[in-house]
């Protein structure tokens, strides 16, 4: 059954949540049926789906385009579509409308934004249209390039203060969930007792309410770097490329297609048709 804002807050501290991202109908269809509590319609689109090298360079409308499919594949599952840059960090004004593409064009139960100096007033006007805004904090790679690139953040004490305090303000704003990603692990522990509302950890340790990965990361289908913080649970890149070349070899050696793959005219069809060609 589809989780409700209610659960996912009535599971802090009581069982931990699962999310992982997906992008088209059949991931979504499988992440419906392993009963993962929350998909992420990811900006990580622009990496592992794209082949573009920054998470801003996707679109709304690219985003709008896959979280329909997402919910197409997914029609009992919470769904976050994540706010692209130029969603809200362009224009801050634009916020609230393009959260109001992806409930209403794409059928998503929430959105996701990433912290940056205007995100408490962008999640606020999201919040005042009466859509659910999960907060995003730690790497936040949309503007990666103001925090150094793409490193663990909170190192230091005072770093550490900056995302407790921005933990605490996206939580005051009306926040239903907080995603700390690449955190050290002490850190994400301090935040999680401090919040009421769930935390969900991607590189931030096991004290987080629920964790979150790139499904394409955790199953092998990108292989252009992979964090530390992922397990693979699967090696798909492997697994497909030896389907291809077996196809291929079947292909060019005559066992594919098979009798069972061919479809027949009944005999004397078939006669009629060679004494017209003959
Ligand atoms: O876009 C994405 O996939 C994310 C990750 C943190 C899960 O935001």
Redesign the pocket.
Known sequence: MKLTIKDVAAAKGKRKLT?L?AYDYPMAACLEKAGIDMI?V????ANVVLGLDS?KDVTMDQMIYHARAVRRGAPATFIIG?MPFEAYQKDVGQAAVNARRFVDEAGCDAV?LEWFEGALEAAGRVLDAGIPVMG?IGLT?QTADKLGGFKVQGKDAQAAHRLIGQARDFEKTGCFAV?L?CVPAQVSRVITQALKVPTIG?GAGFSCDGQ???THDMLGLFERFKPRFVRQYARMTQDMVRAFEEFQSDVREGRFPAEEHCFKIKEEEFRKVMREEN
């Open positions: 999310m991202t992420l990811g900006d990580s689109l998470t994540d996701k995003h790679p995603l990603e991607i979150v990965l790139v």
